[in-house]
Each structure stands twice: as structure tokens, then as C-alpha cells.
């Protein structure tokens, strides 16, 4: 006997869907980090069509998804006769990695009082240098304190260095640790807080994202048993959308974020509506690519990990 539906969380996912109409080149994305890659890191053309199915989106905008995907730079594409394989590219995968590792820890940080400061003089760097550098720190959170002069209170050393060797500035610019002075003249340091960073933006996207997901906790608990797809659709949405959220959150320590922030709590409500879901989604993703390919492993031990513990 399959599961029965719920009315109320059909009704919440079909007015999300009409509120949010999702684009399938995103989507893809989204799949590749939620569920692809623990799941081997592969997915023949046809699962994914399947899997894309409920969201409303055909075939042809799967294809031409994956195709511009390939042509990006972010997919490998393998043929076997009449079928296609797709696979992360190698290339791009570390970095599509570890922007999707953010989704599931604290985007807020315990923090030792240390500020990383970018710094390069005009004349070392060209245009497109700079260019690049600036675009790639602002992504990853830096502040601009001055031209040519960025800063972080949380930076990742690893992570920085990726970005300087990518932007051909590794021995180019200058890297230091900064900590607040005693001067008593100075001002305090996390008064940059407010003038680097722009943070109104990433407080009204965390609103609505809370505003949007806060009934399923409710509408989850509801019942005595979850239709499979039903949960795939609503960890997708979530996954989907607290991404988007994420991608302009600049990862600050809590101590220097303004009281109540919405970030911690629209973690929790992800790591709740997660953990309500993600048995019945295991297997319905598995369902779904064992059709094709009867040896697709199950999640890999790390999937388990996430937000903390899945249990």
C-alpha cells in the first residue's frame, strides 16, 4: 500500500511552484549538489528527466540544460550508444563542492577576533587581475575596505589561496592577519561590518525564505506516512532556494552581526524540514536511478553528515 498524500503539502507545493517557477538549468545544478553527487557523482539523461519531471520541467529543457551545462564548463558528458551519462567536471567540481558544503553547516561562524586582509598595490596587478580578484573575493564574502584592499573576519586559508592561484595573483599580493589595536583613537573594527558589507539584502532574502518554508515542519508532522515524491519535491525546493540564499551570504561570525539574525534561524528550519525528509527521499532518488542503472549506490557515508547528523 503506497503512501497516502497529504492535501496540505500538495497545496504548499504547487503554490510554491506557481510562486517560484523553476528554471531547469538551475535545477540541474541543484540536483548535482543535493543529490548526485553522494549518490556517485553521476546520473544517466534519462533519471535526470525523471527526476526533473515533477517541477514541471520536459524533456527539451532538461537536454538544453545539460548541454549548456557541458558547454560551461560544469558537466562532462559520456556517451553510450543512444545514451547520455553526465558528471561534474573535474575541473569545476572542487569548487562546486565546497560552495554546496556551505548549505549544510552554520552559515554563522564561532570566530577567534582575526581579520584576513587582501592587499595589492596598483602597479603589480592588470586590469584583468584585478578585475577577476575583485569578483572572486566579493563572491567568497570579502568586504572591499579600500581599492585594493579587502578584508574577511573569517576567512578560509584554503579557499584563499584556490582564488589567488585561479586569478593569477598567487606572490602577487599581499596576505595578513589583523586583530583590533588598543589605540584608544581607533575606531572599532567591526564598525567595517557595516560599511563594507551590505547585509539589508541578505536579511529580506532570509525573511522570505523562513516565511516560505515555516508551515512544513507542521505540514511534515502531519501525517503517519510521507509520499516519497512528495518529500524529493519539497527537499529539492528547499535545497533550491536556501542556495540561492547562501550564494550572497558572506559567512560573518554571529558576534558581528546585528541581534536576531535570520541566517541562524533559517539554518535550523533547513536542518529541520531536511531531516524530516530525507528517508523518504533516499528512496525515491534511488528508485528513480536504479531504473537505469540497477548499480547506483546508495549515499555515501559523508551524506549522512550533514547539517550536523542526519538521524
Request: with cysteine; aromatic share 10%.
Amino acid at each position: 500500500m503506497s503512501p497516502t498524500k497529504s492535501p496540505g503539502l500538495k497545496k504548499w507545493i504547487e503554490q510554491h511552484l506557481a510562486d517560484n517557477p523553476p528554471r531547469a538549468k538551475s535545477n540541474v545544478m541543484t540536483l548535482f549538489g543535493d543529490v548526485i553527487t553522494p549518490h556517485g557523482g553521476q546520473v544517466w539523461l534519462g533519471s535526470l528527466i525523471e527526476l526533473l519531471a515533477p517541477f514541471g520541467i520536459n524533456d527539451r529543457l532538461v537536454r538544453t540544460s545539460v548541454f549548456r551545462l557541458a558547454e560551461e564548463g560544469w558537466l562532462d558528458a559520456q556517451r553510450e550508444g543512444r545514451r547520455s551519462r553526465y558528471a561534474l567536471n573535474s575541473s569545476a567540481a572542487r569548487r562546486f563542492e565546497r560552495a554546496y558544503q556551505r548549505i549544510y553547516t552554520p552559515s554563522y561562524r564561532d570566530w577567534k577576533g582575526k581579520w584576513t586582509l587582501v592587499l595589492a598595490t596598483s602597479g603589480t596587478l592588470t586590469a584583468e587581475q584585478k578585475v577577476g580578484l575583485r569578483k572572486e573575493l566579493l563572491w567568497e564574502g570579502f568586504g572591499m575596505i579600500a581599492p585594493l584592499v579587502f578584508g574577511h573576519p573569517c576567512a578560509d586559508a584554503e579557499t584563499l589561496e584556490e582564488i589567488l592561484v585561479r586569478v593569477g595573483v598567487k606572490g602577487k599580493v599581499f596576505v595578513c592577519d589583523a586583530t583590533e589595536s588598543e589605540f584608544a583613537a581607533a575606531r572599532p573594527l567591526s564598525e567595517l561590518i557595516q560599511q563594507c558589507w551590505e547585509l539589508d539584502t541578505v536579511v529580506a532574502d532570509y525573511e522570505r525564505f523562513i516565511n516560505y518554508f515555516a508551515a512544513l515542519p507542521k505540514l511534515l508532522k502531519a501525517r503517519n506516512a510521507l509520499n516519497p515524491e512528495q518529500a524529493f519535491v519539497v527537499r529539492t525546493l528547499l535545497i533550491h532556494e536556501f542556495r540561492r540564499v547562501q550564494l550572497h551570504d558572506q559567512q560573518l561570525p554571529l558576534e558581528l552581526l546585528p541581534k536576531n539574525w535570520p541566517g541562524k534561524t533559517a539554518y535550523e528550519l533547513c536542518r529541520q524540514i531536511y531531516q524530516l525528509t530525507y528517508t523518504e527521499v533516499e528512496q525515491y532518488v534511488l528508485t528513480t536511478l536504479r531504473r537505469e542503472d540497477k548499480d547506483a549506490p546508495e549515499a555515501a557515508p559523508y551524506f549522512y553528515q550533514r547539517f550536523g547528523g542526519l538521524v
